[in-house]
């Protein structure tokens, strides 16, 4: 399996950057996708962004142009740049692909964190 930790949230003003990191442990071989979700209070869980392991990677709308997701092996990163009041809300990563048993039987690997906050005020 997989274990995911966030870090680098906190609080920042209007206009203002954070760089989110997602470290993976344990069967990191089998990542096939790396995900950034967001929770704001009151809301649902949304899918910010996400990238494949090429590298190719997809955007929520009200990111684009603002938010950039890498992935360096089993690390995924979320550059936040222009950060508005309303990118405030729990910051989850999500991993998902395959792993293999000793006796080679694949198992459906579907892992997240426990989520960091980012805070951003007007």
């Known amino acids: 399996q997989v274990q995911l930790a966030e870090s680098g949230g906190g609080s920042v003003q209007a206009g203002g950057s954070l760089r989110l990191s997602c470290e993976a442990s344990?069967?990191?071989?089998?990542?096939?996708?790396m995900s950034w979700h967001r929770q704001a209070p009151g809301k649902e869980r949304e899918l910010v962004a996400r990238i494949s392991r090429d590298g190719s990677s997809t955007y929520v709308e009200s990111v684009k142009g603002r938010f950039t997701i890498s992935r360096d092996k089993g690390t995924m990163y979320l550059q936040m740049n222009s950060l508005k009041f309303e990118d405030t809300a729990v910051y989850y990563c999500?991993?998902?692909?395959?792993?293999?048993?000793?006796?080679?039987?694949?198992?459906?690997?579907?892992?997240w964190g426990r989520g960091t906050q980012v805070a951003v005020s007007s």
């Open positions: 344990g069967s990191i071989s089998g990542i096939n996708t």
């Open positions: 999500e991993a998902e692909g395959v792993y293999y048993t000793e006796d080679g039987t694949p198992i459906a690997l579907r892992s």
